[in-house]
Each structure stands twice: as structure tokens, then as C-alpha cells.
């Protein structure tokens, strides 16, 4: 198993700023993600952290909006960037590890965000 | 990824047990079953997967028939502190991305 922590838990932030949320994993992940999810939807992918080298986004998000860093197996970030009421949202952090013939994703408790 | 598809929400009493089924009709061969557990304001926690019959563990069980088109989570005797959004998902192996339905909002009543 992995435990997965992130920081900030919680932000409130003014528009035009920029926020960065960390995520530390307790041992070493193959794969981490990042996903946003608006109250009271399901999760969305925004993007996979690939180590040292540019992220993998989705449809929808881009680099210059979400940049993401893995410098190396067990830490990654995403800053949310110039930011909107829009962006108010819980960002979560995921990673696989892999063990016998199991795969298994384990998420963050998220980052609560709000932009006024 | 075969597309899933789950009730929006379900009720129960206390004490029963739940069983919570899911279809994914274009389910591949190297492809497998998980289900999420998600509290509000928590990340989602893996409760159980498998690829075909029966996998049981401490939290719940899942039936997956031959065809494995469907999969029906049962969670036993069910009490307050199981209210919680669940999820049904099929897996690619090779560690890609989970990609999240609307989940099925489960409500546990006294």
C-alpha cells in the first residue's frame, strides 16, 4: 500500500494568484496523477506527473495553466495558476503501485481550494 | 475503457446488506474490475477488485459472472459510517489512469 499526503489541506486564494500543492508519497509509485473534482461530481483526470519530464495532460488543461513537476519518484506538485473562481475545487493526487498480481491507485485526502 | 454504469443512489437500514451492481458491457480480456470508496471530503479508498467469480476481503465482496459484463459489490450489514459515494471502475492493466463515473451515493439510515 501507499500513503499518499498533500499540503496544503485547504487554501483560500484571491484571483490572479497562483497556488502550489505538494504531494508526498510514503514509497515509491510507478505512476502519479493529479484530478480535480467540483463538490458534488465525480473525479476528473487533469493530468499524469511524469518523472523528469513534462506532464501529461488530459483534454481541457494545459501546461501553462496547471504545471506540474515529479522530480522524482515519491513527490510531485501542481500549481493552479492565475486563478479564478472557477478553480474552486478539491485537487487530489493519486499513485499506482504495483504488488504481486495486484495494481492498485491510492488517492490524497485532497486540497480544498477556494478562489474569491 | 469499457464505459460503467451504476444506480445514482441507493438507501438502506442499518444492518442490512447492500449490494450495489454495475455494468460494463465492453469490458476487454486484459481488463479488470475495482471499486472506490469516497467519504466527502476524503479521497477515494480502494475497497476491493477483481477479474472474474468471487474476490471476498475484510470489507466487502465482489461477484463478477462469467461473461463478466457486470459485477455487483456487496457490502454486509451495513451501518451509518458506510455512507459514502461508491465506485465502479474497469482497469487497463499497465498502471494507466482510473477514469471515474458518477459513482452510486449509498445513504445509510438508523
Known amino acids: 500500500s501507499a500513503v499518499i499526503s498533500q499540503k496544503p489541506s485547504r487554501d483560500i486564494c484571491q484571483r490572479g494568484t497562483s497556488l502550489t500543492i505538494q504531494c508526498q508519497v510514503d514509497?515509491?509509485?510507478?505512476?502519479m496523477f493529479w484530478y480535480r473534482q467540483q463538490p458534488g461530481q465525480s473525479l476528473t483526470l487533469i493530468a499524469t506527473?511524469?518523472?523528469?519530464?513534462?506532464?501529461?495532460?488530459e483534454s481541457g488543461f494545459v501546461i501553462d495553466k496547471f504545471p506540474i513537476s515529479r522530480p522524482n519518484l515519491t513527490f510531485s506538485t501542481l500549481t493552479v495558476s492565475n486563478m479564478s473562481p472557477e478553480d474552486s475545487s478539491i485537487y487530489l493526487c493519486?499513485?499506482?503501485?504495483?504488488?504481486?498480481?495486484?495494481?492498485?491507485?491510492?488517492f490524497g485526502p485532497g486540497t480544498r481550494l477556494l478562489v474569491l | 475503457l469499457a464505459k460503467t454504469t451504476q444506480p445514482i443512489s441507493m438507501d438502506s437500514y442499518e444492518g442490512q446488506e447492500v449490494n450495489i451492481t454495475c455494468s460494463h458491457n465492453?469490458?476487454?480480456?486484459?481488463?479488470?474490475i475495482t471499486w472506490y470508496q469516497q467519504f466527502p471530503s476524503q479521497g477515494p479508498r480502494f475497497i476491493i477488485q477483481?477479474?472474474?467469480t468471487k474476490v471476498t476481503n475484510e470489507v466487502a465482496s465482489l461477484f463478477i459472472p462469467a461473461d463478466r459484463k457486470s459485477s455487483t459489490l456487496s457490502l454486509p450489514r451495513v451501518s451509518l459510517s458506510d455512507t459514502a459515494v461508491y465506485y465502479c471502475?474497469?482497469?487497463?492493466?499497465?498502471?494507466?489512469?482510473?477514469?471515474f463515473g458518477k459513482g452510486t451515493r449509498l445513504s445509510v439510515i438508523a
Open positions: 493519486s499513485g499506482w503501485t504495483s504488488g504481486g498480481d495486484q495494481e492498485t491507485q491510492y
Open positions: 514509497s515509491q509509485v510507478t505512476m
Open positions: 506527473a511524469n518523472q523528469g519530464s513534462e506532464a501529461t495532460y
Open positions: 465492453n469490458i476487454a480480456t486484459n481488463d479488470y
Open positions: 477483481g477479474y472474474k
Open positions: 471502475l474497469v482497469v487497463r492493466r499497465g498502471n494507466t489512469p482510473l477514469v
